[in-house]
């Protein structure tokens, strides 16, 4: 079965500066999809970026960017520029690329980012 | 946009009561999600559908179960609530190939 880990329980950044928020997952897929999620206190939850793991380009969403190894099953999520806005509840998720009844998220425990002014 | 709606932001209820929370979508997806989130143990996966009708177990649904009975429209059943399915309730929907969650706002349930 596949498990999603999100090692950081709390993280701080100060406006302005970057933020690396770490994820690792286990799977034994060579195809899946991975996600990161924002869910600020108002509480929806929001697709902050994608990665389709076929595609080796990282992918990058205006100050959201990831690294992506899929070797080591690593899926880091950067903040540049952090603004007072950032400050949320970030999910690592996993999907299996098949169809069907497979096509459920599975979610790691959450880091709580919270920004300094 | 998606929109996903949840029938109530807060509810409360009390133990040994039936209880629905009720979820619709806008944009004809084929998937539907129940979660629930709990501090330090992220979402997890309640029951979800892939069509009307149809439905799966995720990873708790002892306690739970769930309708279908039209594409838009995900519904969510405490058979009799206990004090320990007090908690955030979140539903999702998707598309099958590719489509990333779209979530509505959520439940916040508290059994009393």
């Known amino acids: 079965a596949q498990t999603v880990t999100q090692s950081q329980p709390e993280m701080s950044v100060q406006e302005a500066e970057t933020v690396t928020l770490s994820c690792t997952y286990d799977t034994s897929e060579s195809d899946y999809y991975l996600f990161w999620y924002k869910q600020p206190p108002s509480r929806q939850m929001i697709l902050v970026i994608r990665?389709?793991?076929?595609?080796?380009q990282n992918a990058t969403e205006n100050r959201f960017s990831v690294n992506f190894q899929k070797a080591a099953k690593s899926f880091s999520l950067k903040i540049s520029d952090s603004q007072l806005g950032d400050a949320a509840m970030y999910f690592c998720?996993?999907?299996?690329?098949?169809?069907?009844?497979?096509?459920?998220?599975?979610f790691g425990t959450g880091t709580l980012l919270a920004v300094q002014p | 946009d998606v929109k996903v709606t949840q029938s109530s932001r807060y509810l409360v209820k009390r133990t040994g009561e039936k209880v629905f929370l009720e979820c619709v979508q806008d944009?004809?997806?084929?998937?539907m999600f129940w979660y629930r989130q709990d501090p330090g143990l992220g979402l997890r996966l309640i029951y979800f559908s892939y069509d009307v009708k149809m439905k799966e177990k995720g990873d708790i649904p002892e306690g739970y179960s769930v309708s279908r009975e039209k594409k838009e429209r995900f519904s969510l059943i405490l058979e009799s609530a206990s004090t320990n399915q007090t908690s955030m309730y979140l539903c999702a929907s998707s598309t099958t190939i590719g489509g990333s969650q779209h979530f509505g706002d959520g439940t916040r349930l508290s059994i009393l």
């Open positions: 944009m004809d997806h084929e998937n």
């Open positions: 990665q389709e793991a076929y595609k080796q």
């Open positions: 998720a996993y999907r299996s690329i098949k169809g069907g009844a497979t096509n459920k998220l599975i």
